[in-house]
T-cell receptor, first 112, second 114 residues
Framework: AQSVTQLDSQVPVFEEAPVELRCNYSSSVSVYLFWYVQYPNQGLQLLLKYLSGSTLVKGINGFEAEFNKSQTSFHLRKPSVHISDTAEYFCAVSPGGNKLVFGAGTILRVKS | KAGVTQTPRYLIKTRGQQVTLSCSPISGHRSVSWYQQTPGQGLQFLFEYFSETQRNKGNFPGRFSGRQFSNSRSEMNVSTLELGDSALYLC?????????????FGPGTRLTVL
């Protein structure tokens, strides 16, 4: 079965600093990987996804992620965060059909 | 295009009652998936419907059921509510039932069971 581990439950960072949110997955088959963001009292919004091809994936709002097959990781990065990036971020894998298996989430707290 | 809409947004029920939640997908989308989000268990997949057929089912008891109509709108029903069913229920729609398809989420229905 496919699973996702998000290594940090909370990440505090100062505004304009870089950030990395870590995600590791386990899978015995080819993986499709996703990062979603959830703002308070809202649903989830797709930031980016990896299906195949280039291992560096660029998404919305200046985020990017790198797929590393040997490390089974899909870490999310942003070079300079803003207060508005404060939210919860979820890494997910798609084992089949439209089922998504999510990690536990990482709360990003951007401080001024 | 309008996004995914879910009704109602908030719901309070008591133990033993049943509840029906509704989801209207983005126009043209034929797949609807449901997820339960709780602080303890996180985001868990309930089921997926595509062209009125259940395609995938998560590991939930039979009290949780769903259906999809010919216009792709979907409903989920929870019977004999338990306190542990209190959660945010999220619906997501996508064009098809391919694992590469992007799922677009609605704002959710927050269910509180007293």
């Amino acid at each position: 079965a496919q699973s996702v581990t998000q290594l940090d439950s909370q990440v505090p960072v100062f505004e304009e600093a870089p950030v990395e949110l870590r995600c590791n997955y386990s899978s015995s088959v080819s993986v499709y990987l996703f990062w979603y963001v959830q703002y308070p009292n809202q649903g989830l919004q797709l930031l980016l996804k990896y299906l195949s091809g280039s291992t560096l994936v660029k998404g919305i709002n200046g985020f990017e992620a790198e797929f590393n097959k040997s490390q089974t990781s899909f870490h999310l990065r942003k070079p300079s965060v803003h207060i508005s990036d404060t939210a919860e971020y979820f890494c997910a894998v798609s084992p089949g059909g439209n089922k998504l298996v999510f990690g536990a989430g990482t709360i990003l707290r951007v401080k001024s | 295009k309008a996004g995914v809409t879910q009704t109602p947004r908030y719901l309070i029920k008591t133990r033993g009652q049943q509840v029906t939640l509704s989801c209207s997908p983005i126009s043209g989308h034929r797949s609807v998936s449901w997820y339960q989000q709780t602080p303890g268990q996180g985001l868990q997949f309930l089921f997926e419907y595509f062209s009125e057929t259940q395609r995938n089912k998560g590991n939930f008891p039979g009290r949780f059921s769903g259906r999809q109509f010919s216009n792709s709108r979907s409903e989920m029903n929870v019977s004999t509510l338990e306190l542990g069913d209190s959660a945010l229920y999220l619906c997501a729609s996508s064009l098809g039932s391919n694992r590469a398809d992007t799922q677009y989420f609605g704002p959710g229905t927050r269910l509180t069971v007293l």
